[in-house]
């Protein structure tokens, strides 16, 4: 071997991943960060055509205009809605980066912000500048807490997941200001939820390979047999590449086990296709937030990752907003505090009723709940997370509701639920203690049991 190639598999060993750079200390919940977006008008023009979504008459997408750069379109599978990208710059905690991609994003997120100035962004900083990264990172997601009003949920319901032993993504928050030529000068937008991307970085970190088949399905409520077609799976599954044939043909054969194959075929194969602990404490922790808009109800919400080491597929959470009764669709308050452990599904779910219907894993599930309860989901630990975000958020929130108010815009006392129709939003840490309460009272109960 050269001596040149002996220096190139040096430093090859010695630099880490671009995206393991610095993220270390980017993450915490009491971290928070200082983010200064600034567009031109005519970029943050572009920015506002938001075609699209479930509405009778929705907008059409704008065409550029003769000498103007074409739109550049990100389309949500959920709503329908299309988000222009522009271009902008983007100052974090005192450093500038240039022409960085910025969009909104977002379902019902997005639609809950009304016509408030603050709302969810989507910024890859290598969208048009290849090798830029921001803290060691290519993609921040800024969620507005637009149907949060306490801006601490989706924090708190990811750190019960990662204690859990979920793979989910870390968070921090966001002092966020906008700038754009002639019409706002470092305007306070308000606390944002820094919500770390799922991406090649995230599946090597948790599943030490990042080569599999990465899903973001929506309406898959049920894993259902579609037949063999894998275009009839694709509006449903959403993968983020083009699965190779065997990827697809797992997928299917995964369904039709589900669906069609008898007792016995199920329980001697679910094993080989479904990681069933990463399932097991996924569905767990889901009911026991409980986070009411996710697989299990709306179909949404949710990766799904086909390991190519194991060909097993795994579950993990997204959008947690709404979690801790956030969801007043979804059951009253509290209905949602006495939510049943041991029936996780809400109705039928041919998944969650197979498995839990062989003894040995229902034995399973039965011990990883009591764990989750002793170790992730105990009233000490959730409100000790609480005080850390509270003490650090009290400033930032009273100072973005004053830039509300500057604005006339309409302050968020319980999100955006429409008062009179559903309950209110609980405030979160009456509601946590009272869930933490009736957690352990199910899990007394079930220790009882012979």
């Not at 603050?118 to 900083?125: D, L, M, P, S």
């Amino acid at each position: 071997m050269t001596c040149r190639m002996l220096l190139v598999l040096y430093f090859c060993l010695r630099i880490p991943p671009l995206q393991a750079q610095d993220v270390k200390d980017v993450f915490g919940l009491s971290k928070v960060h200082e983010y200064h977006i600034e567009l031109t008008a005519k970029e943050w023009e572009r920015m506002q055509k938001v075609s699209g979504g479930m509405t009778l008459f929705p907008p059409k997408k704008p065409v550029a205009k003769e000498g103007e750069k074409p739109f550049e379109w990100h389309k949500s599978p959920g709503f329908g809605l299309e988000f222009p990208w522009a271009h902008a710059d983007l100052t974090a905690n005192g450093k500038t980066y240039r022409d960085v991609g910025i969009r909104y994003k977002g379902n019902g997120s997005y639609v809950s912000a009304g016509e408030g100035l603050k709302r969810n962004f989507k910024i890859e900083v290598d969208h048009y500048e290849k090798d830029q990264r921001v803290q060691g990172l290519r993609t921040l997601t800024l969620n507005a807490g637009a149907v949060d009003a306490s801006r601490m949920r989706e924090a708190l319901a990811y750190a019960v997941y990662r204690a859990a032993g979920v793979p989910a993504p870390r968070t921090a928050f966001a002092k966020v200001t906008l700038t754009v030529a002639g019409k706002y000068d470092k305007e306070y937008l308000g606390v944002y939820t820094f919500v770390e991307h799922v991406d090649k970085a995230f599946l090597a970190t948790h599943f030490q390979d990042n080569s599999g088949l990465l899903m973001k399905p929506e309406r898959l409520r049920g894993i259902d047999d579609l037949g063999d077609d894998w275009k009839k799976y694709q509006d449903r599954y959403f993968p983020k590449r083009e699965p190779t044939p065997k990827e697809s043909e797992r997928i299917i054969a995964f369904a039709k086990l589900v669906s069609k194959a008898d007792d016995d075929a199920f329980k001697k194969e679910i094993g080989s296709y479904l990681d069933i602990d990463n399932f097991l404490r996924f569905i767990a922790v889901t009911t026991m937030l409980p986070n009411t808009d996710n697989f299990m109800t709306t179909g949404h919400n949710f990766y799904i990752y086909l390991n190519s080491k194991t060909n097993k597929l795994a579950f993990m959470p997204w959008d947690l907003d709404i979690a801790f009764a956030g969801f007043p669709m979804m059951g009253s308050v509290d209905q949602q505090v006495n939510m049943n452990l041991l029936k996780p599904a809400q109705g039928k779910l041919k998944l969650i009723d197979r498995l839990l219907a062989i003894p040995e894993v229902n034995m399973q599930y039965q011990q990883v709940v009591r764990d989750i309860a002793a170790k992730a989901f105990t009233k000490e630990k959730l409100l000790a997370d609480l005080d850390a975000m509270e003490k650090s958020l009290k400033e930032p929130l009273a100072f973005e509701k004053k830039s509300k108010e500057a604005r006339k815009e309409k302050t968020d006392k319980f999100g955006a639920w429409i008062v009179g129709l559903f309950d209110p939003q609980p405030e979160i840490r009456g509601f946590v203690e009272r869930r933490a309460a009736a957690v352990a009272k199910q899990v007394a109960a079930m220790k009882k049991k012979p």
